[in-house]
């Protein structure tokens, strides 16, 4: 299995400061996607980069991708309440992990 | 608003009931997907559907019965389901099977099994 596998499980940052979460796979991947999800929501997608990518931007999201460690950073700058959610990555066959859950405290 | 629409937003039911989840998406996408969101486990996924045809099927138990009439209807039959099935279950559309894109998600259901 491809499933990516998000680190931490939660985190808690106050608004204004960067959060950073990380995502693992096992094998060879074409692409990585990053989706986010608020209570009681469905997910929605934020930032797709390809194998060929090492960075991309959108906004305050930075990703990155290193294909040699199998991994991959979301990066969200100058945090707000409205970030507080649950983010997954996704590997190209719809693995998601559990998730890190993100808490901006005001 | 993501253009895929999941009905009911909460569902209640005895482990002997026969019920049916409905998703539609506005979008014009060819494949539709059914996942299985419990808490503290990743997503899982259930069955794809690419221009009305079942694509992937990953060991689902029979009791989750999935039809997809056109490309902008799927339903997920439910039937002697068990405790461990409540969870939040939700669709997704995408442009086409295969192809790399994002998905677009429902806010999904809400399903307790008593």
């Known amino acids: 299995s491809q499933q990516g596998e998000e680190d931490p499980q939660a985190l808690s940052i106050q608004e204004g400061e960067n959060a950073t979460m990380n995502c693992s796979y096992k094998?060879?991947?074409?692409?990585l996607q990053w989706y986010r999800q608020n209570s009681g929501r469905g997910l929605v997608h934020l930032i797709l980069?390809?194998?060929?990518?090492r960075e991309k931007h959108s906004g305050r999201l930075r990703v990155t991708l290193d294909t040699s460690k199998k991994s991959s950073s979301l990066l969200i700058t100058a945090s707000r309440a409205a970030d507080t959610a649950s983010y997954f990555c996704?590997?190209?066959?719809?693995?998601f992990g559990a998730g890190t859950t993100v808490t901006v405290r005001a | 608003e993501t253009g895929v629409t999941q009905t009911p937003r909460h569902l209640v039911m005895g482990m002997t009931n026969k019920k049916s989840l409905k998703c539609e998406q506005h979008l014009g996408h060819n494949a539709m997907y059914w996942y299985k969101q419990s808490a503290k486990k990743p997503l899982e996924l259930m069955f794809v559907?690419?221009?009305?045809?079942?694509?992937e099927n990953n060991s689902v138990p029979s009791r989750f019965s999935p039809e997809c009439p056109n490309s902008s209807h799927l339903f997920l039959h439910l039937h002697t389901l068990q405790p461990e099935d409540s969870a939040l279950y939700l669709c997704?559309?995408?442009?086409?099977?295969?192809?790399?894109?994002?998905?677009?998600f429902g806010d999904g259901t809400r399903l307790s099994i008593l």
């Open positions: 980069i390809r194998s060929n990518e």
């Open positions: 996704a590997t190209d066959e719809l693995s």
């Open positions: 997704a559309s995408s442009q086409d099977w295969g192809v790399v894109g994002p998905q677009h």
């Open positions: 094998t060879s991947i074409n692409n």
């Open positions: 559907y690419s221009l009305e045809e079942r694509v």
